[in-house]
């Protein structure tokens, strides 16, 4: 019987250390950045994007590890990939992902063309470059160039922008939850923190 009670202890005692290493108590400064002027979002969705540059080799890095946690997270978590566009370079990709996000390639072609310039060493980083790439993929070519340069986009590259100014972001890769919280890095350790924080804001909803 002492045996058995032993054992039983000692069980106990490996689940809970196996429960604590699950449950990882992030922090504040040190895993993720707390935004000084955070958005309100209303509604019961949390909002979570991540902005990203396609000729970024540490979001290149980042994409296979956000892509696999975005199809186990949770219903109420609406994941928004956001290109940002700090600089002109930055900004022909992101009219060259809004032009094929409007015409319903976005999910065929956001990981494609992380591979064709990080892999195959294209250099796909202006229009011209772009139209014949997306085009490669089934994209009409004629409508994603009316679409790069039109109000649509034009208003989606704004949004970029001013996102990237209110959350502070200097650099990417960045994820943002919920307006609030900020999570750098390209390893499988960002959507855990991202998941942490997640957590954190439904229960700051409560």
Known sequence: MKRVITLTGLAMAVGFATMGAQAANYVAGKDYRVIENPEKISGDAIIVREFFWYGCPHCNVLDPHMEKWAKTKDKDVVFLKTPAALNPVWEANARGF??????????????????????????????????????????????????????????????????AKRYQLSGVPAVVVQGKYVVTGEDATVPKVVEFLVDKVRAEKK
């Not at 319903?104 to 956001?110: Q, W």
């Not at 980083?125 to 772009?130: C, G």
């Not at 679409?147 to 001013?162: H, P």
């Open 98 to 163: 809004y032009a094929a996000q409007l015409l319903g390639f976005e999910n065929k072609t956001h990981s494609a063309l992380f591979n064709a310039i990080h892999k195959d060493g294209k250099k796909l980083f202006d229009q011209a470059s772009l139209s014949k790439w997306y085009g490669s993929k089934g994209v009409d070519e004629k409508k994603f160039n009316s679409l790069y340069n039109s109000f649509a986009v034009g208003t989606k590259i704004g949004r970029s922008q001013a996102g």
